[in-house]
């Protein structure tokens, strides 16, 4: 039902800050969870971050905990991640999903982040 699309992402040198958009649409896009995964090359999706779009519960991943903030607009209807104090280790693509019932519905068409040493 809803739809997401992610932008934001580029290249930024390490120490630096980036901040990623999803934008959401769709008219139950309110009721779901909203995730920040990411994808490196050769590697499993993992989890990032997370945001109870009704309630404002947040959780991290320990990897970026204390660097990324995820957070919520919901005039604009979107979801952003801030990573600051980039690392290379950060590369990777990034994806927004929405989660109801702590199954994941819909995913975005991810943004490459590139974290130069």
């Known amino acids: 039902q809803v739809q997401l699309v992610e932008s934001g992402g580029g290249l930024v040198q390490a120490g630096g800050s980036l901040r990623l958009s999803c934008a959401a649409s769709?008219?139950?896009?309110?009721?779901?969870?909203m995730v920040w995964f990411r994808q490196a090359p050769g590697k499993e999706r993992e989890f990032v971050a997370d945001?109870?779009?009704?309630?404002?519960?947040?959780t991290y991943a320990s990897s970026v905990k204390g660097r990324f903030t995820i957070s919520r607009d919901n005039a604009k209807r979107t979801v952003y991640l801030q990573m600051n104090s980039l690392k290379p280790e950060d590369t990777a693509v990034y994806y927004c999903?929405?989660?109801?019932?702590?199954?994941?519905?819909?995913w975005g068409q991810g943004t490459q982040v590139t974290v130069s040493s």
């Open positions: 769709g008219r139950t896009f309110s009721s779901y969870d």
């Open positions: 999903a929405a989660k109801d019932g702590g199954v994941v519905r819909t």
């Open positions: 945001i109870n779009w009704s309630g404002g519960r947040t």
